[in-house]
């Protein structure tokens, strides 16, 4: 199973923008599909976005799509999450995921096969 940490987040003003990163441990990191998922107060955690393990591919949640960009660096083992134009609704705990090993599938909690600790961003208004 892929380890995960995240930094990155903190308090951002609406408009603003801010990267998170996600590093990974293990060898096998570029066979995983990684993504992002949110959880705000009150709220079922959400997806946000996924990057395939080789190909480079991303599909967005339509709520983020154009303002919110995936990346990963697979010799550093690390994705990152570009925010920008952000809005107060954005504001959430933010969780790095990996999927399951050579599946291109992560689009619900049930596909993640690991998950960082979280980090929080908040969008002030």
């Known amino acids: 199973q892929v380890q995960l940490v995240e930094s990155g987040g903190g308090l951002v003003q609406a408009g603003g923008s801010v990267r998170l990163s996600c590093a990974a441990s293990g060898r096998t990191f570029s066979t995983h599909a990684m993504g992002w998922f949110r959880q705000a107060p009150g709220k079922d955690r959400e997806f946000v976005a996924r990057?395939?393990?080789?190909?480079?591919?991303?599909y967005y949640a339509d709520a983020v799509k154009g303002r919110f960009t995936i990346s990963r660096d697979n010799a550093k083992n690390t994705v990152y999450l570009q925010m920008s134009s952000l809005k107060p609704e954005d504001t959430a705990i933010y969780y790095c995921?990996?999927?399951?090993?050579?599946?291109?599938?992560?689009?619900?909690?049930?596909?993640?096969?690991?998950w960082g600790q979280g980090t929080q961003v908040t969008v002030s208004s």
């Open positions: 995921a990996a999927g399951r090993a050579y599946s291109y599938r992560l689009t619900t909690q049930e596909d993640v096969d690991g």
């Open positions: 990057i395939s393990g080789t190909s480079g591919n991303t």
